[in-house]
């Protein structure tokens, strides 16, 4: 174990915390114990207090156990949006036992009925404008009931906020068999399910794609999702109580964790919005005077060129965040004028349920990974000797720590590979590519594994030519990245079409718009003769790759 970041240690904390031995849903309990008049939600102006809404956890908790039928390590599937209605399912779920399959809501039919199929999940907790896309999986799947709400119901009436779109929508009535309203759960009539899982009990299975084409669950146990939870309370601590502001997706690891989990473990109050909003974003900052406020860069880009953002009082805040894509130092530097802060930027993936690195809030480096954090041991390896390589010497990341899964849902063959073993000690390949300077801290250099970053979102283009090949007029398709000057990376398709077909890229597109999710979809699309390949016959994707990012550079210039 590499030990020089060990100099740029945030002051006053140890090395490693003591593993916590409490389960996430009795971190929210002892939370609501301790806190039970103060504010744990405030959705557009709505507050839901922390008693509140352990009383409604409990009630979907009950209606689960009871009514569902949920036995201990079931899995639920959860495919919403951010609203208190998430917060309340995900602790409902582990209340009742269960384990929680968060679910991107820019998934579609052919992504949602891959993972309800392979988690095997009992039912799903939907908002109501994605009803369409779930209900036909409770035929032919392991789904027995699915669950719908209204997010404006949560709102406040009297709000003077911009609200998106599904937030304004009215509650609707579907007459659907095993489709139930979300107050007909909240209002059931149950016994509070008996508490059984421990810490080292599953807790939740997000999906993170890999390059075979399926996305693949990452099994993740109290254990390892309290790591982070600590880890994030410990490392740059704010005051008390403090509220932060919620613009991350709850169903992301990084939202989960540190705009959900860690907030309801220290009590604090999450300011919630369902979708992006500069304005709104800067609103909430000044009107509840947020302590933290963590983002995705495309965020932080689109917020600081607002005319409007020198108006508001920015000066609540202590703690502003970054991540998804490498902040540009004029960004940094600017947003660093409006709120007198630095940035920190962090590193982590899927299987670390949110980060291992992180960068230390005394001394920061822009586009940086950061640090490793409490109890992780983090080194860069040649990918093919498997050599451990020392200062400035760029290999493979690999990651040893607390926050590390257990292993890919169902899948033995992928959780062997994804393992190595040096020093007696099990060490998860990223399949990132970076190296650490003579301070200890972390940097990104390129991708081992084959993935798109389409504003932090990955894009795994062998699960979007699997499912473009599925198209009657496509023989044979090839997924790059090409270069985006607001999105970092966007998708492109070299599309191969079928004998005698001639699609166009708007039909093409318009299909994948109904097959994937949104960030998936490719942009911009070249019709080819064919597509080069190797000896062997595979697509040589690589030379394809080097070609776009060699034509878009000569644009750039």
Partial sequence: MQDLHFKAWPKGR?????????TVFENFVLSAGRYPDHPAVIYYDAVLTYAELLEQVLDVAGYLSEYVGLERNDRVLLYMQNCPQFIISYYAILGANGVVVPVNPMCRAGELEHIA?????????????????????????DLRTLIHANYGDYRSPETDLELPEEVQQVRKNFQLPHVIDWWDAVNSSTQVPQVLNRSDDW??????????????????????????????????????????????????????????????????????????????????????????????????IDFISSPDVESYDLSSLISVGGGGAQLPFAVAEKLGELTGLKVTE????????????????????LQCLGIPMFGVDSRIIDPDTLEELGVGETGEIITHGPQVFVGYWQNEEATREAFIEMDGKGFFRTGDLGYYDEEGYFFYADRLKRM???????????????????????REACVIASRDARKGETVKALIVAAEGADPTAKEIETWCREQMATYKVPRLYEFTDDLPRSGSGKVQWRELQEREMQATEIEHV
């Fill in 14 to 22: 140890p090395y490693e915390l003591p593993a916590l031995k409490t």
């Fill in 117 to 141: 199929r392979d988690t095997g999940a009992a039912a799903i907790i939907t908002g109501q404008e994605l009803v369409e896309f779930a209900a036909p999986l409770l035929d032919g799947t």
């Fill in 203 to 300: 807790c939740v299975i997000p999906y993170s794609s890999g390059t075979t084409g399926q996305p693949k669950g990452c099994l993740h146990t109290n254990a390892t999702v309290n790591a982070v939870i600590s880890a994030y309370a410990n490392w740059n601590p704010i005051p008390p109580n403090a509220p932060i502001l919620a613009t991350l997706p709850l169903f992301h690891v990084t939202g989960m964790q540190n705009s959900m989990n860690t907030p309801l473990f220290t009590g604090a109050t999450i300011v919630l919005m369902t979708r992006w909003n500069k304005d709104v974003a800067a609103t909430l900052i000044s009107r509840y005077r947020t302590a933290q406020w963590r983002a995705i860069t495309t965020m932080i």
């Fill in 346 to 365: 962090g590193y982590g993936l899927t299987e670390t349920i949110a980060p291992s690195h992180l960068n230390p809030p005394d001394a920061p480096k």
């Fill in 452 to 474: 798109i970053n389409v504003s932090g979102y990955k894009v795994w283009p062998a699960e979007v030519e699997a499912m473009m090949h599925k198209h009657p007029e496509i």
